[in-house]
């Protein structure tokens, strides 16, 4: 290794002679320099950090009597690094590693070296291209290497990495191609016990799965259609509006990917989990679930949700009495009070529109649940006339919910209450009905002709 820090004493020497400082008393020219000085002084220290811990594992051959980290006391190099600086083992680790990974990537461990580099742009670049180096043409590699260098010069080390991950992509198909293998090997998801009301999710998906997701959720997180009928409701107080879906871009995600799941489980292609369709189980007390206070518990969990999750999955997917005996004997076993059926959702889908009837909200159709306008607690009818759709978020909070529905003649008609704030009712979606309601004249009954 040849001699490390001939351009540091300049950085260094700037460095000291702005030193002590009060950077509040700096005026704005004057602060930016000391941050350039300061990251050209970290620059020369990181390439002589990487020079001695370098040196320091040439002279820690395991195999050597006369091993330098032996001598100190210590099995590895990093070992010694980590008693040597008092950093921590990680830290020591990751040194030694990226001392390994340059000499695979000399034009990289030379501008890392003279402090042209910073030790994370080197990371950047050889984290990319020490994958495709037993593989890519010797020349190639040589020039992209330089190419890399001249990047990391004027950008940040998370543009290099990206760019160095397509570098290395393009010297290695083959890189590539395993790295897919590897992927689909690996890849799960994983939905934990539920503690405190929240359950953990963890997973690991191959590009091509993510990229699925990811442009699903992109798409209703951030929507760039509209619907076709904009809700413009009269307001009392001018031309103010309702306000917009605040929940926060994780929120939505977390509530689309329940959606999609819940979708797929009414599908007929979905597979019979014990003769039914996939179904999530509930139970609570009758008592509980007419009050819409008390508990209720979902299948293979101790801890209780609100008794309000059992009334919205009854009202979506219906329900069914069991009574039990304080022994827990079953006494009675009613019969199945189904939900809306396919035809029916169907034929709501097409008179209200193709999405949740809550104005803003672009959750399709089919991703939606039927919620009855009048509980069906309280005797409302599992009819298309009593039916509409709302996203799984939505119907979860109608009952608390600033929106109110109701239908009439047959059209569902939504007004806003909330803060002081009270909306005109409205017909609301963007089917067939709600373009006759609009197009009609002003004044003119359910049903009259829309105005040419």
């Known amino acids: 290794m040849s001699e490390v820090g001939s351009a540091a004493c300049g950085a260094l020497s700037r460095l000291s002679a702005a030193l002590p400082v009060d950077p509040a008393t ?22 002589l950090d990487l020079a001695v811990a370098g040196e320091v594992e040439r002279r820690s051959d395991p195999e050597s009597p006369s091993s330098l980290a032996k001598r100190l006391g210590f099995k590895t190099a990093a070992a010694a690094l980590q008693n040597l600086t008092k950093s921590s083992g990680k830290e020591a680790q990751k040194l030694v590693t990226q001392v390994t990974d340059l000499k695979q990537l000399p034009a990289v ?63 290695s198909v083959h890189m590539v191609e395993d790295a897919a293998k590897k992927a689909m090997k690996e890849r799960y998801f994983w939905v934990g016990p539920t503690v405190d009301g929240v359950a953990k999710v963890s997973g690991l998906l191959p590009a091509g799965h993510a990229a699925v997701v990811r442009g699903l959720f992109d798409a209703f997180v951030n929507p760039k259609g509209k619907k076709t009928v904009a809700f413009q409701p009269a307001n009392h107080g001018g031309s103010e509006r309702a306000p917009s879906d605040e929940r926060t871009a994780g929120q939505k995600r977390a509530d689309l990917l329940r959606d999609v799941c819940a979708s797929q489980a009414r599908s007929a292609e979905s597979p019979d989990m014990g003769g039914d369709h996939p179904t999530v189980w509930l139970s609570t007390t009758v008592a509980e679930l007419h009050s819409g206070t008390g508990l209720a518990f979902y299948a293979g969990t101790a801890e209780p949700v609100p008794v309000a999750e059992a009334a919205q999955a009854a009202c979506t997917g219906g329900s069914q009495t069991v009574v039990f005996a304080p022994d827990g004997d079953v006494l009675r076993l009613g019969r199945d009070v189904r939900g809306f059926t396919k035809r029916q959702r169907r034929a709501i889908a097409l008179r ?8 803003g909200c672009t959750v399709p159709a089919q991703l939606c649940e039927v919620h009855h306008v009048v509980p069906y607690k309280d005797g409302g009818p599992t009819d298309v006339c009593n039916g509409v759709l709302l996203c799984w978020y939505h119907h979860h909070d109608i009952d608390s919910d600033p929106w109110h529905i109701r239908m009439r ?23 067939a009905a709600t373009r006759i309601r609009a197009g009609a004249p002003s004044g003119a009954p359910p049903g009259a002709p829309p105005n040419d």
């Open 26 to 47: 700096l005026s704005d020219g004057q602060l930016v320099r000391l941050a350039e000085d300061l990251a050209a002084a970290h620059r020369h220290l990181g390439a």
């Open 109 to 171: 461990e030379a501008a890392v070296l003279d402090g042209r580099i910073g030790r994370d742009a080197a990371a950047a670049i050889s984290g990319e291209l020490k994958r495709a180096a037993a593989t890519a043409d010797t020349a190639e590699l040589t020039t992209a290497q330089t190419e890399l260098v001249e990047l990391a010069v004027a950008a940040d080390a998370d543009e290099v990495k990206a760019r160095a991950a397509e570098t290395a992509a393009r010297l």
């Open 409 to 431: 003649n047959g059209t569902p008609e939504v007004r806003y209450a909330a803060a002081g704030k009270a909306l005109d009712w409205q017909p609301t979606g963007d089917g």
């Open 352 to 359: 209200d529109g193709g999405t949740c009837l809550i104005p």
